[in-house]
């Protein structure tokens, strides 16, 4: 069916076996959802494209197998694994929806350029940034993920952060990279948060509460006048 037409009258659902690297479904448009099955195939650099589905479109891979394709290509798609496969995702955007991806394997991803997320689902996704890129989004979108920096002048911002903070998984090692967290609402840290060396800054009028061995030794300032 690569390069054909196929439209539904109604709703309809196609599912499609031996895909390739580089099949290209982009002339399928149908209401129902699209079943692409990869799990013939050894690794999959993905080029190709999944057409137009008003339904679900669902990736099919198997055992030790892994997939790499553009966050353009993968966004809002549900991948399963049969046995531990794994995806490995480039050129992460603002709004990366990756939320579908339930594998057993590993989970990365790139972020090529500075992106300031807005709706962006990461869903556990191990995070390389390249150099002189930054990465600003929630504490919610970010904060536990494991993130680390491919070379230098490197900034992660962590907004929003909760009560629960745990950036320890954010690796900034380049010369010049830094972490910063920003503080939105009156916050109270659990025993548990941990800042992370993070430059910290409180917006105005809102009071950040920390026991001493959280916040000594970090650089926080205000937006305003902070407490």
Avoid: P, W
């Amino acid at each position: 069916v690569g390069g054909l037409t196929i439209t539904d009258t109604g709703t309809a659902n196609v599912s499609v076996t031996a895909l390739a690297a580089d099949t290209d479904l982009s002339n399928v448009s149908i209401a129902g959802n699209l079943t692409a099955d990869y799990s013939a195939l050894s690794d999959v650099n993905f080029i190709g494209s999944l057409g137009t589905v008003a339904g679900t479109t669902t990736i099919n891979m198997a055992s030790n197998q892994t997939l790499t394709a553009t966050a353009a290509k993968l966004t809002g798609l549900t991948i399963t694994d049969t046995g531990t496969a794994n995806v490995s995702i480039t050129a992460i955007d603002v709004d990366t929806d990756l939320s579908g991806v339930d594998i057993a394997g590993t989970k990365t991803a790139t972020v090529a350029t500075t992106k300031i997320l807005t709706t962006a689902n990461l869903n556990g996704f191990d995070i390389d940034i390249a150099s002189g890129a930054n990465l600003t989004g929630t504490d919610a979108q970010i904060g536990d993920l494991t993130i680390t920096d491919a070379g230098e002048n490197t900034t992660v911002t962590v907004t929003a952060i909760a009560t629960n903070v745990d950036l320890s998984n954010i690796t900034l090692d380049g010369a010049g990279s830094t972490l910063a967290a920003t503080v939105t609402a009156n916050t109270v840290l659990a025993g548990a948060a941990n800042l992370h060396s993070a430059s910290v800054n409180i917006a105005d009028t809102f009071t950040l509460t920390a026991a001493a061995s959280q916040v000594g030794g970090l650089t926080i300032t205000d937006t305003g006048t902070a407490n």
